[in-house]
């Protein structure tokens, strides 16, 4: 069937059974198209077991003809990476040209950049992972296929990164990818320009010679779109500026204010350090100097240094859902309270020391959730030794907690939970003392105060301190 040997009869999938799973291809059951033809959703028994799966329909006339069709197969069945679309079958029956591939549950990247419902519930951790899984699986089709084999995708895109049900990334479309010798001294292809406007590497557009690099010029594109939230072709204008396309704005913006491009959804978590990292990386890619486009090797190492650079949660990768940790420091902790007059309501001046039975959670002001387990961030450099401590899962905070907030607008609020006393111990009383700020790093110490809450120049945070009964 191909010329590279690649047994895909094994692939095969009866059109009948491809019928009943998509109900003869039914409406209701279509989740996607383009000029291509269309995709079904259905169930299929592939490989001894039953699989969600994607159906790609190819239109007998359009712009993907066989030609595409089997350069495609070829591409896919060779494949085997987290961050690449699984393939499961085909079926070529009569004048049907029908590709069989995983299930994406959440759809492609571009619907998620484009629609502000769903951008907003993608964190900046999250699209830094997406970015790294995707940089990863065109890694693997640049260098990993073995000695002598390369890939060049050729068309990379945001709508050609699909999410799969806890946002991994998979690369998908191989009809215009070229495989090519990876040992050869220059890794270039003289071919037919191809691939989607606004994506394309000029340098290629204009001398028609393919390189890997052209991929990663791409698939900067697609970094910035992270970035800005912003797709590529759309046209955006800020302050009196006419309206631009987005590759445009960072050129002109780059070395003054990139900032301003920043998507707001995310603007608050970037962290300055990672964000120039980002960005960096980001423009090297698209750089028309093809010998100033760094690999996709290296392109993984920058992007997984600007996501060591944030506090990382525990990341479910759910849309919209995730886990807040801070560190656990206690003698830090104990160090700050002994520089305060620890004043309770019964008069008494006792320090109250902290230890192991104390349990420290952090709380969203705007969502109060429990946590099961308080996680250290993830810094280098900052407590290597700290131990997880583990805390119940409780309820809403009620009595004998009490949330006490300063100013308009309070960030996160810590509670220091005691241990819980015997049945037989009749709750404590008056027994609420005020402290200062745990933050996230070792704030400035406070100068004294007197019992209350304590407005750190950064933030308002108060933590309250029960003592064991």
Not at 14 to 25: G, M, N, Q, R, V
Not at 352 to 366: M, T
Not at 437 to 448: A, D, L, Q, R, Y
Request: glycine share 6%; proline share 6%.
């Amino acid at each position: 069937m191909s010329s590279s040997g690649l047994d895909l009869k094994k692939y095969l999938i009866p059109l009948e059974e491809i019928k009943h799973a998509t109900d003869d291809f039914s409406p209701h059951r279509c989740i996607g198209g383009g000029g291509f033809g269309k995709v079904y959703q259905g169930q299929l028994s592939t490989q001894g077991q039953n699989c969600i799966t994607a159906i790609k329909r190819l239109d007998q006339d359009s712009y993907q003809g066989e030609h595409e069709f089997r350069n495609e197969l070829e591409m896919i069945s060779r494949f085997q990476h987290k961050n690449i679309i699984r393939f499961f079958g085909y079926c070529d029956e009569g004048k049907e040209m029908i590709i069989i591939y995983e299930y994406a549950t959440n759809g492609s990247l571009d619907h998620h950049l484009e629609d502000p419902n769903k951008r907003r519930c993608i964190t900046w951790i999250q699209r830094l992972q997406i970015s790294i899984g995707a940089a990863r699986g065109l890694g693997y089709l640049h260098s990993g296929l073995g000695e002598h084999n390369r890939v060049i995708h050729r068309d990379i895109k945001s709508a050609n990164i699909l999410l799969d049900e806890n946002l991994v990334a998979k690369i998908c479309d191989f009809g215009l990818s070229k495989l090519g010798l990876r040992n050869q001294p220059e890794t270039q292809i003289y071919t037919k320009v191809a691939g989607t406007q606004f994506y394309l590497d000029p340098t290629y557009h204009e001398s028609g010679i393919l390189h890997k690099e052209s991929d990663v010029y791409s698939f900067g594109v697609v970094l910035f779109e992270m970035l800005s939230g912003m797709l590529v072709y759309s046209r955006r204008n800020i302050g009196d500026d006419k309206p631009q396309s987005l590759i445009n704005f960072v050129r002109r913006y780059y070395h003054t204010s990139l900032d301003k491009l920043i998507d707001p959804y995310i603007k608050d978590e970037i962290d300055s350090r990672s964000f120039e990292t980002f960005k960096e990386i980001s423009y090297q890619c698209i750089s028309f100097n093809l010998m100033e486009r760094p690999t996709m090797d290296t392109v993984i190492a920058r992007l997984e240094e600007a996501l060591s650079y944030i506090q990382i949660p525990d990341v479910q990768n759910n849309l919209g859902q995730q886990d807040h940790m801070i560190p656990v420091n206690k003698e830090y902790v104990q160090k700050e309270m002994d520089k305060i007059n620890l004043d309770d309501s019964s008069g008494s001046n006792d320090h109250i020391p902290i230890n192991e039975s104390s349990k420290i959670i952090r709380v969203d002001a705007e969502k109060i959730q429990a946590l099961n387990q308080v996680r250290r961030k993830k810094i280098k450099d900052d407590l290597k030794n700290q131990p997880l401590i583990k805390v119940p899962k409780i309820k809403r905070p009620t009595k004998p907690f009490t949330r006490i907030q300063t100013g308009t607008n309070p960030t996160p609020i810590q509670y220091v939970i005691p241990k819980v006393p015997p049945p037989q111990q009749a709750p404590p009383t008056k027994n609420v003392l005020k402290g200062i700020v745990i933050g996230e790093s070792s704030p400035t110490p406070p100068p004294e105060t007197t019992a209350g809450s304590y407005k750190d120049k950064d933030k308002d945070i108060v933590i309250e301190i029960l003592k064991k009964s």
